[in-house]
């Protein structure tokens, strides 16, 4: 199997190859766009701020890889958000392939600290995605913004708000969390993720 990790200038690329590590299965970082095109899977992992990391996908032309690709595509965290159609992050237009916002959390009453910084459940889990993770399992969260909840959420959070901890439409997967520093679960999803 060809998979490939998006590199551009946002990736938590060396946290992904070291759960890929894990699972015994080798990746390759490019932002070649025939090596992405030509991929089994496609990891698009994610760090930092919308705006520049969508500056960095437009500059290297992989804004128009990634919307045209068919096999299976997981973004990770801000991966995930720029699969979405618009981030309130510095009013980022996004890559609109999962046609739903992504806001920033807004501490209100409960007065929680933003961001989100630790271990948290997910529930309502959906689709191959989550095969064989337990209702309530534990996953880790760092992220300030979050996707609306919506018809394409396979997986909800709760963190002041109710919200997509996954999100699905197509052939593309995204999870607010990171897989790759989740434990056992996070492992799990990956490997579905590489059997879809």
């Keep these: 199997m060809k998979l490939a990790i998006i590199k551009y200038n946002a990736g938590n690329i060396r946290s992904v190859l070291n759960a890929l590590e894990?699972?015994?299965?080798?990746?390759?970082v490019t932002d070649d766009p025939e090596a992405i095109r030509a991929a089994d899977k496609v990891i698009f992992p994610?760090?930092?701020?919308a705006s520049t990391a969508m500056e960095s996908l437009r500059v290297n032309g992989l804004d128009d890889v990634l919307r045209g690709l068919k096999q299976p595509v997981l973004g990770i965290c801000v991966g995930m958000q720029l699969l979405c159609r618009h981030s309130e992050e510095n009013?980022?237009?996004?890559?609109?392939?999962?046609?739903?916002?992504?806001?920033?959390?807004?501490?209100g009453a409960a007065r929680l600290k933003v961001p989100q910084v630790g271990w948290n459940t997910v529930e309502d889990l959906r689709t191959p995605l989550f095969k064989g993770i337990a209702e309530g399992s534990y996953v880790y969260n760092v992220h300030s913004y979050y996707a609306e909840d919506s018809p394409y959420t396979i997986a909800r959070c709760n963190y002041i708000v109710d919200y997509a901890a996954a999100v699905n439409?197509?052939?593309?997967y995204g999870v607010q969390f990171?897989?790759?520093?989740?434990?056992?679960?996070?492992?799990?999803?990956?490997?579905?993720?590489?059997?879809?």
Excluded at 169 to 172: A, L, Q, R, V
């Design 46 to 49: 994610g760090v930092g701020e």
């Design 91 to 107: 009013d980022t237009e996004a890559l609109g392939i999962i046609p739903v916002n992504v806001r920033r959390f807004q501490p």
């Design 22 to 28: 894990r699972l015994g299965v080798a990746g390759a």
């Design 169 to 172: 439409k197509d052939n593309f």
């Design 178 to 196: 990171h897989t790759e520093k989740s434990a056992s679960a996070g492992d799990r999803i990956i490997q579905n993720f590489l059997e879809l």
